[in-house]
């Protein structure tokens, strides 16, 4: 134990401690675990040892000795027992008190959820919701006036002069469409036009020397 | 030790100059990395962690090599040793410098592999034993398992380091244990 202490100094100083008292408690208690399983071990080898002295003293005719060796093997099984036992309880207890500390952290987290909730609560008072309700009702009220006053003006969708008129506007409109439709042309296609036509060429190619050819002759083309 | 269960990750253990540490630093340094190799991979396939200085070391394999005849004096291991040092892969032990432990794997490595399994099995934010991470029944089947306790440590300073645990000792008892978090301080 030497070189690497003064290698790695410990973090401990410039980090904060981040163990809880219950976290000592945990490991405590799974120290305690590891004891007994060490134990345990234990007493399974002289378990093994006291089996192997049985036989040995069966073998050469020392028949109490062989006995005494085979009560002590029960004796270390009847420990081992109350080893286990031990064990489970040990074990529960760490669950437990690793169950307690989640719920330690889940009652924080349900703290703050309350917290937040309260504080959006106290700015949203339930005086100003229901000024809020209060005007947006009187809006709708005012607004349902304005339209009653308006109907009792007589403008109404069953007003027959004003639909007439609208009837006749949207005629006239009908007729501006009309007339303003270009008649079919009359004139003539030029000969390429007519050629790129026949051949129901669509090449590209084609297609813009045929328009270039209508650029120039812009008087066989009807606007 | 068992070393006819054991071959070489190169043909260089099986030539009697590899035994002599080289006068010309190229190929002594060439030598010296061919050692490291030779050693971590000796020492995973044993589960092997420290290397002693010793002529009963020096006896053994890797450093002992039957078929060849040859076997490395005390000095080579020490250099050999110091190289590793050097490399990352070992720290002396004592002061005198006469037990490395050896880092097949490097102490970050080791790191990595506990941090991971203590998140995959729900250890984050709770406390163990570093007993029970070096024999419990819970790490049986992980690589760690069995890594003394001196080389355990040293993966948990790492971890230490990165703010990802903390070792530390309980109210009544001098056992160490450690405390992973789920995320950095």
Same mark, same amino acid.
């Given at each position: 134990?030497?070189?690497?202490?003064?290698?790695?100094?410990?973090?401990?100083?410039?980090?904060?401690?981040?163990?809880?008292?219950?976290?000592?408690?945990?490991?405590?208690?799974?120290?305690?675990?590891?004891?007994?399983?060490?134990?345990?071990?234990?007493?399974?080898?002289?378990?093994?040892?006291?089996?192997?002295?049985?036989?040995?003293?069966?073998?050469?005719?020392?028949?109490?000795?062989?006995?005494?060796?085979?009560?002590?093997?029960?004796?270390?099984?009847?420990?081992?027992?109350?080893?286990?036992?031990?064990?489970?309880?040990?074990?529960?207890?760490?669950?437990?008190?690793?169950?307690?500390?989640?719920?330690?952290?889940?009652?924080?987290?349900?703290?703050?959820?309350?917290?937040?909730?309260?504080?959006?609560?106290?700015?949203?008072?339930? @005086?100003?919701? &229901? !000024?809020?309700?209060? $005007?947006? =009702?009187? *809006? +709708?009220?005012? %607004?349902?006036?304005?339209?009653?006053?308006?109907?009792?003006?007589?403008?109404?969708?069953?007003?027959?002069?004003?639909?007439?008129?609208?009837?006749?506007?949207?005629?006239?409109?009908?007729?501006?469409?009309?007339?303003?439709?270009?008649?079919?042309?009359?004139?003539?296609?030029?000969?390429?036009?007519?050629?790129?036509?026949?051949?129901?060429?669509? @090449?590209?190619? &084609? !297609?813009?020397?045929? $328009?270039? =050819?209508? *650029? +120039?002759?812009? %008087?066989?083309?009807?606007? | 030790?068992?070393?006819?269960?054991?071959?070489?990750?190169?043909?260089?253990?099986?030539?009697?100059?590899?035994?002599?540490?080289?006068?010309?630093?190229?190929?002594?340094?060439?030598?010296?990395?061919?050692?490291?190799?030779?050693?971590?991979?000796?020492?995973?396939?044993?589960?092997?962690?420290?290397?002693?200085?010793?002529?009963?070391?020096?006896?053994?394999?890797?450093?002992?090599?039957?078929?060849?005849?040859?076997?490395?004096?005390?000095?080579?291991?020490?250099?050999?040793?110091?190289?590793?040092?050097?490399?990352?892969?070992?720290?002396?032990?004592?002061?005198?410098?006469?037990?490395?432990?050896?880092?097949?794997?490097?102490?970050?490595?080791?790191?990595?592999?506990?941090?991971?399994?203590?998140?995959?099995?729900?250890?984050?934010?709770?406390?163990?034993?570093?007993?029970?991470?070096?024999?419990?029944?819970?790490?049986?089947?992980?690589?760690?398992?069995?890594?003394?306790?001196?080389?355990?440590?040293?993966?948990?300073?790492?971890?230490?380091?990165?703010?990802?645990?903390?070792?530390?000792?309980?109210?009544?008892?001098?056992?160490?244990?450690?405390?992973?978090?789920?995320?950095?301080?």
């Amino acid at each position: 134990m030497g070189s690497w202490f003064s290698r790695c100094p410990p973090a401990k100083e410039k980090k904060p401690d981040r163990i809880t008292d219950s976290d000592r408690a945990v490991l405590d208690l799974k120290a305690q675990r590891d004891q007994l399983q060490i134990h345990k071990r234990k007493l399974q080898s002289t378990i093994s040892s006291d089996l192997s002295a049985a036989k040995r003293f069966i073998e050469t005719k020392k028949k109490s000795l062989a006995l005494l060796a085979l009560k002590k093997k029960k004796h270390h099984e009847t420990l081992i027992d109350q080893c286990d036992q031990h064990l489970l309880k040990i074990a529960e207890l760490i669950s437990n008190v690793e169950y307690a500390q989640v719920q330690e952290t889940l009652v924080k987290a349900l703290e703050v959820g309350n917290a937040a909730m309260k504080k959006m609560q106290q700015e949203i008072s339930l @005086d100003y919701v &229901e !000024r809020l309700v209060e $005007e947006s =009702e009187e *809006a +709708r009220a005012y %607004q349902q006036e304005v339209n009653a006053m308006l109907f009792k003006d007589g403008i109404t969708d069953q007003d027959t002069d004003v639909l007439a008129d609208l009837r006749r506007i949207e005629e006239e409109e009908a007729q501006a469409v009309i007339e303003n439709v270009p008649s079919p042309p009359t004139a003539e296609l030029p000969p390429a036009a007519q050629e790129a036509v026949a051949a129901g060429a669509d @090449d590209k190619a &084609e !297609r813009a020397r045929v $328009e270039k =050819e209508r *650029a +120039r002759e812009p %008087q066989l083309v009807p606007a | 030790m068992e070393s006819n269960q054991w071959s070489s990750p190169t043909e260089f253990w099986d030539l009697p100059p590899f035994f002599t540490i080289q006068p010309t630093d190229a190929t002594r340094e060439k030598q010296l990395s061919l050692w490291l190799q030779v050693v971590c991979h000796y020492c995973r396939a044993q589960r092997q962690y420290f290397i002693d200085i010793s002529e009963r070391m020096a006896d053994s394999a890797p450093f002992h090599n039957a078929k060849a005849k040859r076997k490395l004096t005390l000095d080579g291991l020490r250099k050999i040793c110091s190289y590793m040092v050097q490399h990352g892969h070992g720290v002396w032990m004592d002061e005198g410098q006469n037990r490395m432990a050896v880092f097949w794997r490097k102490p970050q490595e080791w790191a990595a592999a506990i941090y991971r399994w203590a998140s995959d099995s729900g250890h984050l934010n709770s406390v163990e034993t570093l007993f029970s991470l070096r024999e419990g029944d819970d790490t049986r089947d992980q690589d760690f398992h069995g890594l003394p306790h001196e080389i355990l440590l040293i993966a948990l300073q790492a971890l230490e380091g990165q703010g990802k645990a903390q070792i530390f000792r309980g109210s009544s008892s001098d056992h160490d244990g450690v405390k992973f978090f789920s995320q950095a301080a």
